[in-house]
């Protein structure tokens, strides 16, 4: 047992964020009130002795030094929990940073391993477990000292009662433990369980059109109903072990407080302990049994709280599959020439890209076209180094771009995406993120093409976009997210099929934004839209990760298949959807 505890602690230690002088403050606070815990069944005992022996004298004294030692019990309870409040504050504010600075460091793969659900369920519940537990490491030493002193201070008087009360403890201990080790276990299937249910909620939420649409629900209420099975017969279990633990476990302690009444009994009749001694013996014996009971909860909170460590643990300990280290260069302005040099990407030994070639000039526009698994976004994955090439260089200014500084390189590319998220505030502040100036934001908004709209609105820039942006259309979003992304100011820009998303009346707006872009930034654009093609200043061809061919849109027509293809695909798509 004490090999677990100690592995719990340990694994504590290396998970939290604490501040050790709080948690030096809250032991000795926790050590100070346990003292005088101590200290009360014995000057209660004078007491009665004193009563006895009438001496009123000696009565009066101590009964003002236990009211003292009562008075300085609650103090020190009281500042015990005022440290553990100060620790655990400190933990929650810096676990949250921790977790966060993780989040911003995570791939794709992610997800795949800790869903949404259980991710949620432990930065809200078991962060708090785990800032809780400093308090519960200082009652679970200091209450082992507390029994200990205890039993001596009987022992002392008569070893007999120490060797019963002893055997009482062990019994007790064992017991509440066995019941304390089947609930935690069942506790832990019912969180599984929770993170099922706030996953799948999650989903039915955001997927929550589809579902009604494809009349879905049907069978979502079947597996909801799974859900709930497995919780509520995990959760029967649980209390099964928690009444054997607070109900017929007790039955211990009054079996062997009636064998120790009888004992007592017998040698007080037999003039062998004073009645002082009995009411320090039977105090002590009530206290002890209510401070194993206290040294279980709080290994018990252990227990649980290591869940919540592991739970931690499996987030903070996540590494990506690949690492992007950043460099150290910082350059005032770059002019945006960016060039690929042999460049390949392999994932699990799949090739993806293979060879790629070729240089952009400064305020050229370019778009990466092919069909769907062309490699199209994994070469933007490259320009926004979520990905490091398997071999070759990718060059900003004939610098690598892995030499540059993350705060460099993210100020100067940028990216729109063809599934943009917007947070759940006002239009202002979801502009806030990149650049306060107002002013600043109009312009962007007015290049965008979405500023007439938000001035449409009641609230205008203080109109709050609901989750996901669900009160404007997608276009609309769209828009508000490529403002976003022209206000980073940055000098390349990467729009990623942004007009997937677009209405017909907005995305006749596009052509005219990708000629105002080009004024100030080199445009790379995936799109499979042949008008947006055209615009482009040259265009690279990719076909199974390779590049087939790179040219002008006119002289491209004439050499590349993949690229007639794409013309007559979009053309056939756009009279599908006109009839």
């Not at 009964?63 to 009562?70: G, L, P, S």
């Not at 979009?570 to 599908?576: V, Y």
Request: net charge positive.
């Amino acid at each position: 047992m004490l090999k677990e505890y100690y592995r719990y602690i340990r694994e504590y230690w290396q998970i939290a964020e604490l501040n050790r002088w709080y948690f030096a403050l809250n032991f000795i606070a926790c050590l100070l009130y346990k003292a005088f815990a101590v200290a009360l069944p014995f000057i209660a005992g004078v007491i009665v002795d004193a009563l006895t022996a009438k001496n009123s004298a000696e009565t009066y004294r101590f009964i003002i030094i236990y009211f003292v030692i009562y008075l300085c019990y609650r103090g020190a309870i009281y500042f015990s929990w005022r440290a553990y409040s100060w620790n655990a504050n400190y933990s929650y504010r810096h676990m949250h940073k921790k977790i966060f600075a993780k989040l911003t460091n995570i791939d794709d793969n992610f997800t795949r391993k800790i869903k949404k659900g259980r991710f949620m369920n432990t930065v809200n519940d078991d962060l708090i477990s785990v800032g809780d537990m400093s308090d519960e490491l200082s009652e679970l030493a200091t209450t082992l000292l507390q029994v200990a002193v205890v039993l001596i201070i009987v022992g002392i008087y008569n070893p007999l009662f120490a060797i019963l009360i002893v055997i009482s403890l062990i019994l007790y201990v064992a017991a509440r433990n066995y019941a304390d080790r089947k609930m935690n276990h069942y506790w832990y299937k019912t969180r599984k369980e929770e993170d099922e249910y706030s996953n799948f909620i999650s989903q039915v939420a955001t997927g929550l059109q589809e579902v009604k649409t494809f009349n879905m629900l049907p069978k979502l209420k079947r597996k909801l109903s799974a859900i709930n099975y497995r919780y509520n017969k995990h959760y029967e279990r649980q209390r099964h072990y928690v009444s054997l633990r607070d109900t017929d476990i007790d039955i211990l302690y009054y079996v062997f407080q009636v064998l120790l009444y009888i004992l007592l009994a017998v040698l007080f009749f037999g003039g062998q302990v004073e009645l002082g001694v009995v009411v320090m013996i039977v105090a002590y014996h009530e206290s002890i049994t209510s401070h194993a009971s206290d040294f279980i909860d709080a290994a018990k909170e252990i227990r649980l709280a290591n869940a919540s460590v592991k739970r931690l643990g499996d987030i903070l300990h996540y590494q990506p599959e690949e690492n992007y280290e950043f460099g150290r260069t910082s350059i005032e302005h770059l002019d945006g020439k960016i060039e690929f040099k042999k460049v390949s990407l392999k994932i699990k030994n799949k090739p993806i890209l293979s060879n790629l070639s070729f240089a952009i000039k400064p305020h050229e526009t370019v778009a990466i076209v092919g069909f769907p698994g062309a490699g199209k976004t994994m070469l933007i994955n490259l320009l926004l180094r979520l990905r490091r090439p398997t071999s070759g260089k990718i060059l900003l200014d004939d610098i690598e771009i892995g030499e540059f500084s993350k705060e460099i390189y993210t100020s100067s590319v940028a990216v729109a995406n063809q599934a943009p998220f917007i947070f759940n505030t006002t239009i202002r502040n979801n502009l806030d993120f990149v650049d306060t100036d107002i002013k600043a934001q109009i312009k962007a908004c007015k290049t965008a093409g979405v500023h007439d709209f938000i001035q449409t609105l009641p609230q205008g820039y203080n109109t709050v976009l609901r989750e996901n942006a669900a009160n404007v259309s997608g276009g609309q979003k769209q828009m508000i997210s490529i403002a976003r992304t022209i206000l980073t100011d940055a000098e390349i820009l990467l729009l990623d099929d942004i007009t997937t998303s677009l209405d017909p009346d907005t995305a006749t707006f596009i052509p005219q934004l990708i000629k105002n872009l080009k004024k100030d930034h080199t445009v790379i654009m995936v799109t499979r839209k042949p008008d947006l093609m055209a615009l482009a200043d040259k265009v690279i061809v990719l076909n199974r990760g390779k590049i087939e061919a790179i040219g002008t849109p006119r002289s491209l027509f004439d050499k590349s298949k993949t690229y007639r293809a794409l013309q007559f695909a979009s053309s056939d798509l756009g009279r599908r959807k006109g009839a």
